[in-house]
Structures are given as C-alpha cells and as structure tokens.
C-alpha cells in the first residue's frame, strides 16, 4: 500500500552516512564513548570520557586491562552516540584505529590543556591517543516502540498470581 506520495508508509526512513567532519563534530559534543579493545584474543569494551584533539582522539586511564590493551598491537576503535530527545533523531559515530601513549613533554602539556578530567577516582596518569585509520557515521531517526515487532510479542506469557 502506498500512500498520496508514491511511497510505503511502513518502510522506514532512510539512514544518512555521516560525512567525517560531521562525525568529528557530532564527537565533539559529547565527551563518553565506548573503548573497544581486544583482551586476551577476546573483544571487551570499556566506557570511556575522552576530548577531540586536532583529528584525534585522547582519553585519560591508569594501570590496567584497559591501558595494557589499548596500548598493544590489535588497532582499537571508540563508539559514541547521542539522541535528540526532541526530533527522535539519533546518531552513532566509530573512530578505529592505533592507539599510542602520549609521552614528548610538550604533547603531554599540550593534552593536559585538553581539560579532560577522569569521571572515576584514582590514578589517572596515562593519556593515550588514538590517530584514526576510519572515521565512520550514521543519523537516523529513532522507530517508535508501538512500532517495534519481534516474534516473541505473540509467545503465551505466564499468568501473574
């Protein structure tokens, strides 16, 4: 069934690939995101709060599983998203690529500047930054929950007592 302009009405809209100076700009308005790292040959993810610097990406850790994986030869990659509680429009944005100590004086001053504060108590000392290789986005507009189907919407459930 198509509605007065040609189109279905139950397809869904059409999600927009994000140019890379968009994806850099949506990152730069929020500050959490999610550190994909490869542990003991096994993906894990950490939350992290991070800063946009100059094409980069630099968050702050201390010693750990994080550190030791990020640091190590697999590239990485960090994933942040947000919604428009207003429009429903969403957004998600992937940065992959090598992550590195920041450890010349001058980038280690130059980083502090980035103001960028660990959430979390305890010693933070490590900043690292990762120099992506991809820069991947999409915006899309968020499906109303009345909307959603799977097949275990109709599976008998138990009688509450």
Same mark, same amino acid.
């Given at each position: 069934?198509?509605?007065?302009?040609?189109?279905?009405?139950?397809?869904?809209?059409?999600?927009?690939?994000?140019?890379?100076?968009?994806?850099?700009?949506?990152?730069?308005?929020?500050?959490?995101?999610?550190?994909?790292?490869?542990? =003991?040959?096994?993906? =894990?993810?950490?939350?992290?709060?991070?800063?946009?610097?100059?094409?980069?990406?630099?968050?702050?850790? !201390?010693?750990?599983?994080?550190?030791?994986?990020?640091?190590?030869?697999?590239?990485?990659?960090?994933?942040? =998203? !947000?919604?428009?509680?207003?429009? !429903?429009?969403?957004?998600?944005?992937?940065?992959? !690529?090598?992550?590195?100590?920041?450890?010349?004086?001058?980038?280690?001053?130059?980083?502090?500047?980035?103001?960028?504060?660990?959430?979390?108590?305890?010693?933070?000392?490590?900043?690292?930054?990762?120099?992506?290789?991809?820069?991947?986005?999409?915006?899309?507009?968020?499906?109303?929950?009345?909307?959603?189907?799977?097949?275990?919407?109709?599976?008998?459930?138990?009688?509450?007592?």
């Amino acid at each position: 069934m198509t509605n007065s302009s040609g189109t279905n009405p139950a397809s869904p809209p059409a999600t927009e690939i994000l140019e890379t100076n968009e994806c850099w700009e949506l990152l730069r308005g929020v500050s959490v995101g999610r550190l994909a790292v490869v542990v =003991d040959d096994h993906p =894990d993810i950490f939350p992290v709060n991070y800063k946009v610097d100059h094409g980069t990406m630099v968050f702050r850790t !201390g010693q750990g599983t994080k550190l030791h994986a990020a640091l190590g030869d697999a590239p990485v990659a960090i994933e942040a =998203d !947000g919604v428009n509680p207003e429009t !429903g429009v969403a957004w998600s944005v992937v940065v992959k !690529g090598q992550a590195s100590a920041v450890q010349l004086t001058q980038d280690v001053l130059d980083t502090i500047g980035l103001l960028l504060f660990p959430w979390e108590a305890g010693q933070k000392d490590q900043f690292i930054r990762i120099v992506p290789s991809a820069v991947s986005g999409r915006r899309f507009k968020v499906t109303p929950p009345n909307t959603w189907w799977t097949p275990l919407d109709d599976a008998p459930t138990a009688r509450s007592e």
